[in-house]
């Protein structure tokens, strides 16, 4: 069973300022990348990365060394330290979606876009869910609450032991946690400014890499799309100068075509 360790969770609220559908558990089929074309559509902030310039980048809630704080404390099981963590991230992430979630629309985000890479859903079944990027918000979210909530996957009660596919769960919830951090930047971060949480939004963002990278809960490859923003926030003061094996050699080399997932 896990036990709520790391940062405290995030208010209860934030999965009630927010209506999820409740949709079926994604599966491994969820993870294939998709061969669909992408519309093609540019947003404004394709133009100028607005996170990336200086006096956003510097702003923090915090200056806890965070590489410290995601090291697995000694006598705690590594199961239970990802489920703690992982459980909390999803909290905290789905809060601060909440907080734009007013302007993430199926008219300003006709698709789920992070920067060149467009993403798209799979259900269980493997069939493949055309969706916004609310929706694809929707589906994420509803997953993940039903994933943690379960006893057979997230145990709570003492003597329930952990799948033996627990680490790899892990790992999918982790991803796709990622696409709506970098979503909430690449789409939403003008309002997340104008709402004065972009200290809490680079807070939240530096704490979740160090510890994906901490525990390699996360593929370089799936990373690069943020490789530039990641650089910069996480070689900063309260990271550690941490810069690890999720940044890409190629990260200042921004590609011209949209990559589908």
């Known amino acids: 069973m896990y036990v709520s360790l790391g940062f405290a969770q995030a208010p209860c609220c934030c999965l009630q300022s927010t209506k999820w559908s409740q949709q079926p558990c994604f599966s491994a089929a969820g993870y294939r990348k998709s061969k669909a074309k992408p519309n093609g559509k540019k947003t404004a902030s ?10 956003h980048t510097k702003s923090r809630i915090t200056d806890f060394e965070f590489k410290e704080l995601v090291v697995l404390p000694r006598e705690i099981d590594l199961n239970e330290w990802l489920a703690s963590n992982t459980t ?16 993430c629309t199926g008219e300003t985000c ?23 990027a609310p929706q694809y918000v929707d589906f994420v979210m509803s997953s993940v609450q039903k994933l943690v909530t379960d006893e057979d996957v997230f145990p709570t009660k003492y003597g329930r032991e952990f799948p033996s596919s627990f680490e790899s769960l892990v790992k999918k919830i982790c991803k796709y946690l990622f696409h709506v951090l970098g979503h909430i930047y690449w789409a939403h971060f003008k309002e997340t400014l104008a709402l004065e949480l972009h200290g809490h939004l680079n807070t939240l963002y530096v704490h979740f890499i160090l510890f994906a990278r901490e525990f390699n809960l996360l593929d370089p490859k799936e990373t690069a799309v943020m490789d530039d923003l990641t650089e910069v926030l996480c070689s900063s003061p309260g990271s550690s100068g941490a810069t690890g094996d999720g940044a890409s050699s190629g990260a200042s080399g921004a590609q011209n075509h949209v990559k589908e997932r």
């Open 46 to 55: 394709e133009e100028k990365k607005v996170y990336l310039e200086p006096e």
């Open 88 to 103: 909390t991230f999803f909290h905290h992430i789905n809060l601060q979606y909440s907080t734009i979630s007013e302007f």
């Open 110 to 132: 006709q698709t789920m876009a992070v920067c060149n890479t467009q993403y798209y859903w799979y259900d269980e079944r493997g069939k493949k869910v055309k969706c916004t």
